[in-house]
């Protein structure tokens, strides 16, 4: 029992609930039966679906307890009044008995990527502790929080938005050593209204940083002056700038090449060089404020970047892939997982480094981008001409796009992106390499699950 995560009396302290059913232990925290693993405390959130109803699953699968608002039979439970408020508190607990170094990562695009890297450069300092998915939001920092092990030697928390001051809870429940701002850009705009409110949402992580805590910027951002004043606002002393340019962290030589990209930087006055295992300017600056933050943590910027070499991208998030469908084989550029204007031109950036055959861009539309999104979809198409030979889109704002394109340029338009699948197998050739893109709502990501089942990887 002494190695479980959590102890019955432990929530109970950190929770002030009520135990019934005996004692247990519990090696982790599930909200959804789906992905629950024997040993973990079940926690009954009450949102569109009522937790409560899943309990009983829940221990039919092996839970080791659950946390309601009341009992329910089948076995043990720690009844609270509100069963996320229990979350955060066994948060702050597992927070209060850890000395590892914490690492807040926030951003308008890379946030996923970037704690990834953070994993695989971190790998020397020991056990790294980071959700295994995207949980950067007011439930899944709690849960990715409260899942600390006292064991671990650093951790990486996620944390996201679409409004302000949800940042700000988050870092405030988190407090971290480390933040990283990885860039600002046009995402959530229906919401925040601005650029200047984006960045001001967004700089919100600094002000719950531990004192003497450092924050790392984006030096190349045309919002950098304005995040290093809100950060100093906060408190903070220690901002660094990472980036191609005269930065703490800079970017001396990239060399891009279809499947990776060579570097050689200097981060905060050590030299390296590393081959980082995906194409793009914008990952290898994420790679920077990885390592920046890796440093600060307390490993040589030589040894995490060693390490950052086993890297991989996660599906969605430029991972490409070859395939063969009908006798013809194509490169799959993957970046599907969710998209505003940036990161759009970024995966755009790759497509168009890619040699060999025709260059095919699926674009779906980006989502709460407000008033502006005509505008802002339309705004993409001069990148899009230049980086793609054929444009197939999908949603309504997209339309916008396709109207700017050259007529040569332009592809398929349909209303959805399921409908862009069998415009793109009549028209595939041998060498084609194949970019999806779009907003999570778009459902650009099922395209691609769909299209990569038609053929064979190779």
């Not at 024997?38 to 307890?65: T, Y």
């Not at 020397?124 to 502790?129: F, K, L, N």
């Amino acid at each position: 029992m002494s190695d479980a995560l959590w102890q019955a009396y432990q929530v109970q302290g950190a929770t002030g609930g009520k135990l019934t059913g005996g004692d247990w232990s519990g090696n982790g925290l599930s909200i959804d039966t789906r992905t629950l693993q024997p040993g973990d405390i079940f926690v009954a959130l009450e949102a569109e679906r009522d937790g409560h109803n899943f309990v009983p699953q829940a221990f039919e699968k092996g839970a080791a307890a659950a946390i309601v608002t009341r009992e329910i039979a089948g076995g043990p439970c720690l009844i609270v009044n509100d069963t996320l408020r229990a979350v955060e508190a066994m948060a702050r607990t597992a927070r209060d008995r850890s000395f590892a170094p914490l690492i807040g990562v926030t951003g308008s695009a890379g946030k996923t990527t970037t704690k990834e890297m953070l994993r695989a450069c971190l790998e020397p300092m020991g056990e790294v502790h980071a959700a295994e998915k995207s949980f950067n939001n007011h439930i899944g920092v709690p849960l990715t929080l409260a899942e600390l092990p006292p064991s671990a030697d650093v951790g990486v928390f996620e944390m996201g938005m679409n409004h302000a001051g949800e940042i700000r809870a988050l870092t405030s429940l988190v407090q971290p050593h480390i933040a990283l701002i990885t860039t600002i850009a046009a995402a959530h705009l229906e919401f925040l209204g601005s650029m200047e409110a984006i960045a001001d949402a967004k700089a919100e992580i600094a002000e719950g940083l531990r004192r003497g805590g450092a924050m790392i910027i984006p030096g190349e951002s045309r919002y950098a002056e304005r995040l290093e004043q809100r950060c100093r606002e906060a408190g903070v002393t220690e901002i660094l700038r990472f980036g191609e340019g005269a930065f703490e962290s800079r970017l001396n030589k990239i060399d891009l090449q279809n499947a990776y990209s060579d570097v050689d930087a200097d981060i905060l006055g050590e030299a390296v060089s590393f081959r980082l295992h995906v194409a793009g300017p914008h990952h290898v600056r994420n790679a920077a404020a990885a390592l920046t933050a890796a440093k600060l943590a307390g490993l040589s910027a030589k040894d995490a970047a060693a390490a950052l070499e086993q890297f991989r991208p996660g599906a969605g998030r430029g991972e490409d892939r070859k395939l063969t469908i009908d006798g013809k084989t194509v490169l799959v550029l993957d970046e599907s997982y969710n998209a505003n204007p940036a990161s759009m031109e970024a995966a755009l950036s790759v497509l168009s480094e890619k040699k060999g055959g025709r260059r095919i861009a699926i674009l779906g539309e980006m989502k709460e981008l407000g008033p502006t999104s005509p505008d802002l979809h339309a705004g993409l198409a001069p990148k899009a001409a230049v980086s793609a030979d054929i444009v197939h889109t999908a949603g309504a704002d997209m339309a916008h796009l396709r109207d700017a394109l050259p007529a040569a340029k332009r592809g398929s338009h349909a209303e959805t992106a399921q409908g862009l699948l069998q415009p793109l197998l009549d028209d595939l050739h041998e060498g084609d390499t194949v970019l999806f893109k779009g907003s999570n709502a778009s459902r650009v990501g099922a395209l691609v699950e769909a299209f990569l089942k038609v053929g064979t990887t190779v």
